[in-house]
């Protein structure tokens, strides 16, 4: 008389299958030849690795971390033999396609008005028996939701200045001299800085000095009327009014205090609350710089959110072989990042543009 419904939910355990493609030969009696239907394309000529399997081996890579000698574990759990050495070059060949979206996407992160740039280090290439150097990625975020992994030997000023000599605008950043020293060389280029890493200096002072939490109470004052600002959903003039009318305020109250603090004859150089204090108003013209330009966040916390993926893999795949290897995980982690950015499913981001490619 009527139906009962159960729900529940069950896994399937990952597997892998072989397609096999069953083409005619046909012979043509008049002509005294054969004929057959050709093989459908593949990503790689005369490889068995169907466009699938090479999008799966990066996404659980570069999205779920899992290295690639997991990987190849469970390869053989399933009772499929390939060597480690070929997945490693199906990763590399299958990076090496992808690289010119990443120029691409590059090219068009610098034509932002608005950049958000970090650094982060990674280890790559080796520096001696039992030994790994010290490299480093850069992540620039672009006002389109997009963000490029550069990577560098070193963490000097070069590196900023040579990737970001074609720009200008803005760049949010925190209160590393590497960025001071290229905005002040570039007058097309204005610096505004983080409050997000201004707060974490107080933070480290609260246990040391009481006063420190009144600076947290100010800082936070100005992250509720962030919020304040998405929730009336005020863009362009609206919400740089409203910045005008009620961050304003609370800025200058701050700064007036932090002048105050600062006159205290207990207070010795070396503690922790004196050096955010210092902080905080030497990077002053830099942190007023958001309540300006509307399109200017208040800190670099949408970058940071991004580039977890990086220390994510650290954790987890270690570091990087060769230094070839880190400049390939920039680029993938570069379009990657971006598809979650924008909620696009990155599986089948590169299931359909590897197979564009390889036309």
């Not at 729900?7 to 004929?35: C, F, H, N, T, W």
Request: net charge positive.
């Amino acid at each position: 008389i009527d139906y009962k419904i159960t729900r529940r939910l069950a896994q399937r355990p990952g597997s892998y299958v072989v397609l096999v493609y069953r083409r005619p030969v046909i012979r043509d009696k008049r002509r005294a030849s054969l004929m057959e239907v050709p093989a459908p394309s593949a990503v790689f000529d005369n490889s068995l690795a169907d466009v699938s399997l090479l999008a799966g081996i990066l996404i659980d890579k570069f999205v779920y971390h899992l290295p690639l000698y997991r990987q190849h574990q469970r390869l053989a759990d399933a009772g499929i033999t390939l060597s480690r050495s070929t997945l490693t070059h199906y990763v590399q060949r299958a990076i090496g396609l992808l690289k010119p979206i990443y120029d691409a996407q590059w090219q068009h992160v610098l034509q932002s008005k608005v950049l958000a740039m970090d650094e982060t280090p990674i280890k790559a290439g080796k520096a001696g028996k039992g030994k790994l150097k010290q490299t480093w990625y850069w992540p620039v975020y672009g006002e389109a939701d997009e963000i490029c992994f550069t990577w560098s030997r070193s963490r000097g000023k070069a590196h900023v200045v040579n990737q970001l000599s074609e720009f200008a605008g803005t760049l949010l950043s925190d209160g590393y001299a590497a960025y001071d020293a290229y905005a002040k060389k570039r007058p097309q280029v204005t610096q505004a800085q983080c409050w997000a890493h201004t707060r974490r200096y107080f933070e480290r002072a609260q246990d040391s000095d009481p006063a420190a939490m009144e600076a947290l109470e100010i800082i936070g004052t100005l992250y509720q009327i962030e919020a304040q600002i998405r929730e009336r959903e005020l863009v362009d003039q609206a919400k740089l009014d409203y910045r005008s009318r009620h961050a304003l305020p609370v800025v200058d109250a701050f700064f007036g205090w932090v002048h105050k603090q600062r006159q205290r004859i207990d207070l010795v150089n070396s503690a922790p609350l004196a050096k955010a204090l210092v902080y905080a108003e030497n990077h002053q013209a830099q942190l007023r710089v958001y309540l300006s330009d509307p399109a200017v966040a208040i800190d670099t916390n949408h970058l940071e959110r991004a580039l977890r993926v990086i220390p994510m893999g650290r954790r987890n795949w270690l570091f990087c072989w060769s230094e070839v290897g880190a400049e390939q995980v920039g680029i993938i982690q570069s379009l990657l990042s971006t598809c979650r950015l924008h909620a696009v499913d990155p599986y089948a981001y590169l299931v359909d543009v590897l197979q564009r490619i390889a036309l």
